[in-house]
């Protein structure tokens, strides 16, 4: 069996590994890191959970380490050698807490631009020299246009939940930086599904990138398992009182489809006397933070969101997910399925099931 010493990484890199833990490589992982260490652009499609931040952290430092190394190290101030785009806030922080422990041996700089902050807070996050830079696309065009980064020496340029930042419209923002990097740059994009419009960033950006396929894309993994609960006469909130009464291994997620509903089951819930928290849109970005923190900490074990949370987040603890409300697209329950039964773990989906609902429960079967 393969496994991370076998890849040709440095070896500061190598020990931090050790250091953590991380010894076999998922499939994807094993796809992605040999392709980008050999210079190639890849696109990745892979289940949600599979690592595939992992999958680009480990080339990007191996490779401008490399560059360092001999001779070429980054001297001039808010000019990354590498950016990895990322839809969200919260997505940003998780790919710059997964950075980390790998900077203290290669003595990289990370640095991050996000949206939610001010143009001088980004000012100031960018000051000075560093390899790598995180950002949401909204955010780096701001950053660009003043010309307060330049991205003509970046040599890798990474789109990471690439489904998601096209649904929030971040395509031209994204085709503009890509317009922005060093000609030639090495490309890499991971996404877990393949919607149309990033099928058109693939044909437009990506037209030469080789397409990696996990084994499990585009389905639920092995270690999952779903139970199908079906409501009557939509009187769903007895049913869920009496689910949330059975024990759960970590937290839970609950989703539905809209912010109305999100904020109605909120208030039936602790009408109940049920802790929980809300994450969805158009709240105050400040809370939503909170929320999430609140609930990856484990002070609050019920999380209540839209769709807003089912993409990207890694939250490690999160052992069921209640599909209060059934998405309308395939693609939007593979994603909040994969918030749990995470890098191999066991995880439980319940699905609050309706007659409107049997399509999307066909499709299920086939897969």
Excluded at 104 to 115: A, D, K, N, P, Y
Excluded at 174 to 184: E, H, L, T, Y
């Amino acid at each position: 069996m393969t496994t991370f010493s076998s890849f040709p990484l440095l070896a500061s890199l190598q020990a931090t590994l050790v250091e953590l833990g991380l010894n076999t490589p998922s499939d994807i992982q094993l796809q992605a890191i040999p392709a980008l260490l050999a210079g190639r652009s890849v696109v990745g499609v892979a289940e949600t959970g599979s690592g595939k931040t992992l999958a680009y952290v480990l080339p990007i430092l191996h490779l401008l380490k490399t560059l360092e190394n001999d001779g070429q190290a980054v001297t001039a101030q808010r000019q990354p050698r590498a950016v990895v785009m990322v839809p969200t806030r919260e997505l940003g922080e998780q790919v710059a807490r997964i950075f980390k422990p790998f900077t203290h041996t290669t003595r990289l700089r990370v640095r991050s631009v996000l949206g939610g902050t001010t143009i001088e807070v980004a000012k100031k996050n960018i000051s000075g020299a560093f390899e790598v830079l995180v950002a949401t696309p909204g955010r780096l065009v701001k950053l660009l246009d003043r010309g307060l980064v330049k991205l003509d020496g970046v040599n890798l340029l990474v789109f990471d939940e690439a489904d998601q930042m096209v649904d929030q419209g971040f395509l031209p923002d994204s085709q503009q930086i890509a317009a922005a990097c060093a000609p030639g740059r090495q490309l890499a994009m991971f996404s877990a599904t393949v919607p149309p419009a990033v099928a058109q960033l693939i044909a437009e950006v990506f037209s030469g990138a080789e397409v990696l396929r996990s084994k499990g894309s585009h389905r639920v993994v092995p270690t999952l398992t779903t139970k199908n609960q079906p409501v009557t006469d939509g009187k769903r909130l007895p049913v869920l009182e009496s689910v949330l009464k059975e024990a759960a291994s970590g937290g839970t997620m609950i989703f539905t489809n809209t912010r109305e509903q999100c904020d109605q089951l909120a208030e039936d819930l602790k009408a109940a006397k049920r802790s929980c928290l809300v994450y969805r849109g158009s709240m105050d970005k400040l809370e939503r933070r909170a929320n999430l923190k609140a609930f990856r900490d484990g002070q609050v074990d019920l999380l209540i969101s839209t769709d807003l949370a089912s993409r990207g987040l890694d939250v490690d603890h999160v052992g069921r997910v209640i599909n209060y409300f059934m998405p309308y697209q395939m693609d939007n329950y593979l994603h909040r399925v994969g918030r749990t039964a995470r890098a191999g773990r066991e995880g439980l989906v319940i699905n609050f099931v309706t007659e409107k609902d049997r399509p999307l429960l066909e499709m299920l079967a086939d897969r």
